[in-house]
Nanobody, 124 residues
């Protein structure tokens, strides 16, 4: 059974940092695409960062490029969030996908597994 468990969310002032972690189990994830999505209330989940595995480069959304850093090691990954802004406030979800897909990696359909989400709140 595949499980993705996020941790590390919380409340931080603007300009601060947080580190989100995703612990994955139940598969060998080295070939899986793994990423993070953020979701505001009433809105669709939006891709923040994704890595296809096997040494591939990480893609970042324009809104976080230069501030967030994604890293992965075996079945875990982290999202280091620096210079946080109030607009970064969202529930962040870890996602993993291993099946072949023609869907764009910035869509939820491209991922097979999701964590429960962790709240990040940035105060101004």
């Amino acid at each position: 059974q595949v499980q993705l468990v996020e941790s590390g969310g919380g409340l931080v002032e603007a300009g601060g940092s947080l580190r989100l972690s995703c612990a994955a189990s139940g598969r060998t994830f080295s070939n899986y695409r793994m990423g993070w999505f953020g979701q505001d209330p009433g809105k669709e989940r939006e891709l923040v960062a994704v890595n296809r595995g096997r040494g591939a480069r990480t893609y970042y959304s324009d809104s976080v490029k230069g501030r967030f850093t994604f890293s992965r090691a075996n079945a875990s990954n982290t999202l280091q969030m620096n210079s946080l802004k109030p607009d970064d406030t969202a529930v962040y979800y870890c996602a993993a996908g291993g099946s072949y897909t023609l869907d764009s990696l910035d869509t939820q359909r491209a991922y097979d597994y999701w964590g429960q989400g962790t709240q990040v709140t940035v105060s101004s």
